[in-house]
């Protein structure tokens, strides 16, 4: 392989490293993490995002390690900026960054597995009990000066299906089953788990009165939560997505919701974030949009980033990384 310009520039001793911060809350619930961060590098830049590819390749200019949030990565990141040794997400997600660009211009990409995974499970709970019980509608009509007998349903003894049994799955499943509910899951990378059964694609969506999505985003799994599988579902059934808004075909969800069998949604995510003032979902009372909480509890941001802080810290020390992407 013919040496880049990245390989001829020397690594420089940490104290001498520039760092770019873009993840707002990075350091918000433990001031320490910031403090450690700016004694040991030679300079610290706070940059608020979500940052595009243009605004982010423009702001980390000479640095030598980037802690970041759902910023664009892409290729053009890397190639304008060369003297950029690791990407430290703080999260787990890394669809928003070029993996293959960054290991042809030798930029480490590493990420925080497991530090948000018990927030986003108890959010998902909490999500499946505001979708079961008039929480949000009695809330309003009493606000209105209503006091009207409303009706819910309880979640006992209905089923759970999990689609993507990782960490988050599991803990969701392990909730659920507190809770009195039956877990199912689908994941093909899963051999074994902690729910009542592991079922096909067919089965997960027959047989769940509350569908949660907690699949990764690839290629093979945008939009698997189609207009086929949004058919099959269950008559009366919701779905909850805390994982990654592509996940969902937002267009399906809408007809699944219209004309389909789904009773609601709930959905912590959405293809774009923001979503656009016209967005077929954000006028519905059938759909419950929150702007991308699930990660964001006071123990989970420390979490993410003490474990994106120790990996910055190792690479540009010549360390390797615990957790590479």
Known sequence: MTPSVRDQIPLRHLSDCVVVVTPRSFGMHDASLRAELE???????????????????????????????????????FERAPQLRIVARYGTGV?????????????????????????????????????ARPIVT????????????????????????LLGLGRIGGLVAKKAAGLGLRTI????????????????????????DFLSVHAPLTAETRGVVGRTLL??????????????????????????????????????VLSEEPPPADSQLLPRDDVLITPHVGPHTAEATTAMGRIALDELLAVLSGQPPRYPA
């Open 39 to 77: 004694r040991k590098v030679g300079e610290v830049r706070y940059q608020p995002g979500p940052l595009s590819a243009d605004d982010l390749a423009a702001a980390i200019a000479g640095a030598d390690g980037l802690l970041a949030g759902v910023d664009e990565i892409d290729a053009s990141v």
């Open 95 to 131: 669809d928003r960054v070029d993996l293959k660009a960054a290991a042809q211009h030798g930029v480490t990409v590493t990420t925080t597995p497991g530090a948000n995974a018990n927030a986003v499970a108890e959010l998902t709970i909490a999500l499946m009990l505001t979708l």
């Open 138 to 161: 009695g809330r309003d009509r009493v606000r209105a000066g209503e006091w009207p007998a409303l009706q819910g349903i309880e979640i006992a003894g209905r089923t759970i299906g």
């Open 185 to 208: 899951a689908y994941d093909p990378y899963v051999s074994a788990g902690e729910v009542d059964a592991l079922v096909d694609l067919d089965a997960l969506a027959s047989e769940s």
């Open 231 to 268: 058919e099959r579902m269950k008559p009366g059934s919701v779905l909850i997505n805390t994982a990654r808004g592509d996940l969902v075909d937002e267009y399906a969800l809408v007809w699944a919701l219209d004309h389909g069998p789904l009773r609601a949604a709930a959905l912590d």
